[in-house]
């Protein structure tokens, strides 16, 4: 086994063996193994006190800034008040010093009073019970050994948890699933007690003790549970329920919300009644000493626990699952299952879950329910993708002035209140926040800041510029204080106006103009589109309005290097190239040379040969300064759609980033992660459309990178890795490509 040791944030800690139910259905009891036979009924003081001590090494040694402890049995409160006062108080002394202590109590509620649930308040306890639904539903399994029903009693508890004094300890409801039972029956039955959270458990089997299936159906587990989720997805999620949650969360990108799904590695570890130190309790199911260790809280510790070949087996994310587990498109979401579903006699746990069909339909199921909710606007509508990215910029912009907060002193504070009064007045400052290379401003003083403290005042001196740039394009007549060091004043998406001396100035919008008076003397520019003395404008693209910016000192955050301010001569040759490659573009691929045209904003002629992306808003593209029409048109859609997958990955994810996965990838060797598949995919299938736009006959380039796109997507389309919104997004990819090979067919055929 190979990485780091994950060290136990949750331990069961059993205080005691036995119980007052009789469950049909209970591992501990009615499975394989029987070594509750031997254990103490009650857990002792010793092993009370060495279970503290371990845990709170434990947690020191890896600096943990919680630990879960959850009380169980058996039936836990069989122990009795005192006995579980004494197992609070000893893990809240010794743990106290090292970490804080997060006391749970999974329990049938049979015996619960208030004498426990004072005590439980005391020490912060939180309470969840199990009830499986309805009374014919509870019954068919949680009955007491004479065959007494227990609904009753599981009900008056859990009345009394909801009492007002009490309500803030409830945890909420345990339920095992049965499909012989109604499954809205039991939903409806357990949404009418207004639990905060409800968690829905398959009953434990293997692959030597299958569970049943009534009608033979084998999602008939899946069924159930959809039939449930229907229900509370049409009610509006009334509450949590944490088997839905964490499908719902893996299909988002983000990490599993139980053991029993997705590929999270375990940090659980069993504390028996006499200290002996196990597995999963789940593992009792699969065979007699199955959940053993040979480890005991007295001589070991609990990374002993953590370096045993069972624990870290299921520690080893997508490493730790089957060949054809690995292969399945919904594996980051079922996660092979609960590790126990997996047993076979015959090679152990190398197997798919034995609800392996139950956990794919529901996983599916859930995402074709919830995909048009769930998937972001923005990887479909560009008007959302701007937004978004607006969004963001402001966000950034919020979170330096709260880094700058008694920082950035007075030129800070006066040029943040200026702000907002220009933006009261007029859409300048709007117009300036989207301006791809502020973004790049905020990030790299935000990176500065983290970096070095000391650089706040020069930082609290760069927002006023800013604000002149905004004031001048809103026509706000407002007088704006600028320090600058030397006698260049850059005001962002205008110009550079040289003045006469370094220092202080004032910047001062005047109708189609600026004036600005400093220690050299007042300068004043007429028409900010127009060269002036001392005044050099952004250039313009005329037919596009796109910035040709070659003054902006963040502009300089491609891999390769911008230029520096073009010649007159040069700065029409490349506008002239620029406008034959539109002319391309819109020919070939109208729709897309549509959506550069809308979305591109600034463009920044670069010394290499291919087009680049930097650390920018959406909307900046670096664009080769040489190169024929052809050439620049390639460059132009290749950049533009590189930009485009950036964007979205700023404000949304297409793909998780916490697997080991490769992909092979048809345009090289060496196998790659999902990231760059989803790129070289998203790159060669605008490039293909157009390719197939300029109607070449049988071109090379054309069946190279509709191929390439091709072989991309289908294996795009089998990764577990993509989210909601990026399988979408490949959808989408596939019908740009099936269009452009219908477009090169009819131009080939005729």
């Known amino acids: 086994m190979t990485g780091p040791l994950v060290p136990f944030r949750e331990i069961v800690l059993k205080v005691h063996s036995r119980c007052d139910l009789a469950c049909d259905h209970c591992y501990v009891y009615e499975h394989a193994d029987q070594s509750w036979r031997t254990r103490p009924r009650a857990i002792s003081d010793e092993a009370i006190s060495r279970t503290a001590l371990r845990l709170a090494e434990h947690a020191e040694k890896h600096a943990l800034p919680s630990v879960s402890v959850i009380l169980h049995g058996g039936e836990p409160l069989l122990a009795g008040p005192e006995r579980l006062r004494r197992v609070c108080a000893e893990l809240t002394r010794t743990l106290a010093p090292h970490t804080a202590l997060d006391l749970r109590i999974h329990t049938n509620g049979l015996q619960l009073s208030p004498r426990y649930l004072d005590l439980f308040d005391e020490y912060g306890v939180r309470v969840g019970i199990s009830l499986d639904g309805d009374r014919a539903a509870n019954d068919r399994h949680r009955r007491f050994a004479d065959g007494r029903s227990s609904h009753p009693l599981v009900l008056r508890a859990v009345e009394l948890l909801h009492q007002e004094r009490y309500r803030h300890l409830d945890l909420g409801l345990l339920c095992t699933v049965d499909v012989a039972n109604d499954p809205l029956a039991v939903y409806d039955a357990l949404a009418a007690l207004e639990p905060p959270r409800v968690d829905f458990l398959l009953p434990h089997a293997t692959w030597a003790a299958p569970p ?17 989720f229907d229900r509370w997805n049409g009610q509006g999620r009334p509450m949590p329920v944490r088997l839905f949650a964490s499908v719902l969360s893996t299909l988002g990108g983000g990490p599993s919300l139980t053991e029993s799904l997705g590929l999270a590695p375990t940090d659980l570890v069993v504390v028996e009644t006499d200290g002996t130190l196990e597995q999963v309790d789940s593992l009792k199911s699969a065979y007699d000493g199955a959940a053993a260790t040979g480890f005991d809280v007295f001589t070991h510790s609990l990374d002993d626990v953590a370096a045993h070949p069972g624990v870290r087996a299921r520690q080893l994310g997508l490493a730790g699952v089957g060949d054809a587990c690995r292969r399945c498109p919904v594996v980051r979401s079922c996660g092979g299952g609960l590790y126990t579903h997996r ?11 034995v609800y392996c069909a139950d956990l ?17 606007p923005a990887a479909t509508d560009p008007a959302a993708l701007v937004a978004d990215q607006h969004d963001l910029t402001r966000v950034l912009l919020a979170e330096l002035n709260s880094e700058l907060a008694g920082r950035g002193g007075e030129p ?11 933006e009261r007045r007029s859409d300048g400052l709007d117009e300036v926040l989207a301006h791809p290379y502020t973004r790049t401003w905020l990030l790299d003083c935000l990176d500065a800041l983290r970096e070095d403290r000391a650089e ?9 510029r800013y604000v002149a740039a905004a004031a001048v394009r809103g026509r706000v007549d407002a007088p704006v204080r600028v320090t600058v060091p030397g006698t260049r004043l850059y005001l962002p998406t205008l110009g550079e106006l040289r003045l006469g001396a370094p220092g202080a ?7 189609d103009g600026l004036l600005v008076r400093g220690e050299g003397g007042e300068r004043r520019v007429e028409r900010l589109d127009q060269e002036g003395p001392g005044w050099r404008p952004v250039r313009r693209h005329t037919p596009t309005g796109w910035a040709l910016d070659d003054l902006d000192p963040y502009r300089d955050r491609f891999r390769t290097p911008a230029t520096g301010r073009l010649a007159g001569a040069d700065a029409a040759d490349w506008t002239d190239r620029l406008d034959h490659a539109g002319r391309l573009l819109r020919h070939a691929v109208p729709e897309q040379a549509a959506e550069a045209a809308a979305h591109l904003t600034t463009l920044t002629p670069l010394t290499g040969t291919a087009p680049g992306v930097g650390r920018h808003g959406y909307g900046a593209l670096g664009l080769p300064l040489r190169g024929g029409a052809d050439d620049l048109a390639r460059a132009l859609l290749r950049g533009f759609r590189r930009a485009k997958l950036r964007a979205l990955l700023d404000v949304t994810d297409l793909y998780a980033q916490d697997g080991a996965w490769s992909h092979p990838a048809p345009w090289q060797d060496a196998p790659v992660p999902v990231s760059e598949l989803l790129a070289g995919a998203y790159e060669r299938v605008g490039l293909a459309a157009y390719e197939a736009g300029r109607g070449a006959r049988h071109d090379s380039r054309h069946d190279s990178c509709a191929e390439h796109a091709e072989r991309a997507l289908r294996r795009l389309e089998d ?15 596939r019908e740009e490509l099936c269009r452009s090979r219908k477009s090169s067919a009819i131009l080939t055929y005729g």
């Open 212 to 228: 049943p299936r009534p009608d033979g159906s084998p999602t008939a587990y899946a069924d159930w549970l959809l039939t449930v």
């Open 343 to 353: 047993y076979r006699p015959d090679n152990g746990f190398d197997n798919p879950s």
């Open 360 to 376: 794919e339909a529901l996983v599916r199921g859930i995402e074709d329910r919830t995909a048009a909710r769930t998937a972001s």
């Open 412 to 422: 800070w504070a006066e040029a943040w209140e200026l702000a907002g009064a220009v």
């Open 456 to 464: 706040a005042p020069r930082l609290a001196g760069l927002l006023s």
């Open 505 to 511: 100035a004032e910047v001062r919008a005047t109708g």
């Open 719 to 733: 990764a577990a890795e993509l989210t909601v919104t990026g399988k979408l997004l490949v959808a989408r990819l």
